[in-house]
């Protein structure tokens, strides 16, 4: 009763690495050429730095304005990840008791929708009048955008288990916490995983937006308000340097759940494998 | 996974007791109508007819699966729990593998055992016992998507033989694989039926498998699904690759194909 497997040898691919460096240095030589470009255009026709500043000035500006978009960029990133991780609890927590029961679902998820249909920037000035503070308010804001992309991705993941699984738990007698931890939850993970992608990037848009809506100022304000301030003040290059900072922070975001899904999944779901063939 | 005693199956005594039991669809259909099946221990009975027969309605009823809307099923040689069904003794295999793709092979095999509280380490005797016993103990670490048809079908008995069942539930296990396979895991499940004295209820809807397995078949009609005739079937011969060339195996698909046809109607379906 054996399958008889004998190792065979991994055909070798002599193009792995160059493969690999090649997908490195060609985006990277991109974005090069097109900052020349840039710089370029703004110094051949002489635009002046108010209008659009060169990436030279943009970069300068990043540097002496460090000392105020750096904590900005901190209360920012730091919104945009509490108001994430509250999304991730309240969202899986809520699509567990939605799919309870059939009445339940019925009764709450048309709230959720209504929640998910509002504009936030049409919202963001009710939360702010009854929030205690404009951080709370932000938080409320990011969390609102963020919780549903995780909440109806987790509803559709624990409705989608493998119904022969379900039997398989109920045969063995499986309590339904039992059936929760060891089967739904491990089966929604790739659902998790995309709404957690969704919600990470939506919770740092959000947290900006909210911001513009809030208008907040001041010392304890993050890159939204900076970036208002610059324009009002005509500094460009500073509001392009925080421009700039938001959209690393968004790349960043991007790239860290992703890498928390591949973790999660590369070894055994399809969408984290190669093709074999 | 084995039982030294010379005689695998010793004195018959009944295991599980179908009585008069009707099933009905909650769309009206009457899947089941007055079904009586007593299965003694040690026995091999295929349930043999066309789809739309009942048979894996049957199989799932008798693994608690459902309820029966009329008639009753008892455990006559088993502790049944409070849900009627005999702790730990049953297990079943599905048409598909259902393996847990999140779990490796061993995670997978261990999950009767987990439900029931034992863990991991306490587990690993009887999971690599298992695992010997459908020739796997290799891939204890590998995942479900790195094996292959036929591999995937050796977890899912493997996971249920894990729990020592006395009765081993199969709706037609080996259906989605290649013909080569399917004779192989065939072959294998004669001999784990031969080595533990296990008893064995296959559905099918293969006269050459049911002939070649069992030694009692059950052919069941369709609509509504019930038993058409019940017979034993005894060999001189050892089952294996002779029986399966022998003349007395081809009288005995002729038969089974005839009652079969004659269960259908006498004509094809379709």
């Known amino acids: 009763m054996s399958d008889v497997t004998t190792p065979i040898p991994v055909p070798k691919r002599p193009w792995k690495h160059r493969d690999t460096a090649l997908r490195v240095i060609i985006p990277v030589l991109m974005v090069l050429a097109l900052l020349g470009i840039w710089q370029a255009i703004v110094t051949i026709n002489a635009i002046p730095p108010y209008i659009l500043p060169g990436p030279v000035l943009v970069a300068q500006s990043l540097v002496k304005d460090w000392g105020t978009l750096f904590p900005a960029l901190m209360v920012t990133t730091q919104i945009t990840l509490i108001s994430l991780a509250l999304a991730l609890a309240g969202g899986v927590g809520f699509a567990v008791f939605l799919v309870q029961s059939r009445w339940i679902e019925t009764a709450f998820y048309p709230i959720a929708v209504i929640l998910q249909v509002t504009p936030i920037v049409a919202i963001a000035p009710l939360i702010l009048i009854y929030a205690p503070s404009t951080q709370v308010a932000l938080l409320i804001c990011a969390f609102l955008v963020a919780f549903f992309p995780i909440l109806s991705n987790m509803v559709q993941g624990l409705k989608s288990v493998d119904h022969n699984l379900l039997n398989l738990f109920d045969l063995y007698g499986a309590s339904r916490w039992q059936t929760l931890l060891y089967l739904k939850l491990p089966a929604s993970l790739p659902y998790f995983m995309t709404g957690l992608r969704i919600g990470g990037g939506l919770a740092l848009i959000a947290a900006v937006v909210a911001e513009f809506a809030a208008g907040s100022a001041g010392a304890g304000s993050g890159l939204a308000f900076r970036l208002l301030e610059s324009q009002y003040r005509l500094n460009i290059p500073r509001l392009f340097a925080a421009l700039f900072m938001l959209s690393v922070l968004g790349v960043v975001i991007f790239m860290l759940t992703s890498f928390i899904a591949w973790l999660s999944l590369h070894r055994w779901h399809e969408s984290s494998l190669k093709r074999e063939n | ?270």
């Open chain 2, 1 to 270: 996974m084995t039982s030294p005693s010379a005689s695998p199956h010793p004195a018959k005594r009944p295991l599980v007791v179908m009585k008069s039991v009707s099933k009905v669809f909650s769309s009206g259909t009457l899947a089941l109508s007055d079904m009586s099946l007593t299965v003694e221990s040690g026995e091999f009975i295929s349930l043999l007819g066309p789809s739309g027969c009942g048979k894996s309605t049957a199989l799932r009823i008798i693994a608690g699966l459902g309820d029966v809307s009329a008639g009753s099923i008892d455990w006559p040689s088993s502790r049944i729990n409070s849900r009627g069904l005999p702790e730990g003794d049953i297990s079943f295999v599905f048409q598909e593998p259902t393996l847990m793709p999140w779990q490796t092979v061993f995670g997978n095999v261990h999950l009767p055992l987990k439900l029931k509280g034992v863990s991991k380490a306490a587990a690993r005797d009887d999971i690599m016992a298992a695992l010997t016993t459908v020739g796997l103990k290799d891939f204890a670490d590998a995942y479900p998507r790195e094996l292959s048809g036929g591999m995937k079908m050796r977890v899912s008995i493997a996971r249920a033989l894990v729990t020592k069942p006395k009765l081993l539930l199969m709706d037609e296990p080996f259906a989605a694989l290649d013909e080569i396979t399917r004779q192989k895991l065939n072959d294998d499940v004669l001999k784990l039926w031969k080595d533990t004295g296990i008893t064995v209820i296959f559905v099918t809807h293969s006269v050459f498998e049911s002939a070649y397995l069992s030694n009692r078949i059950v052919v069941m009609k369709a609509r509504p699904g019930r038993v058409h005739a019940d017979f034993p079937l005894t060999t001189s011969l050892e089952r294996g690759e002779l029986y399966r060339s022998s003349e007395e195996y081809r009288q005995a698909c002729e038969m089974v194909s005839k009652t079969l046809l004659d269960a259908m109607g006498g004509v094809e379906e379709h």
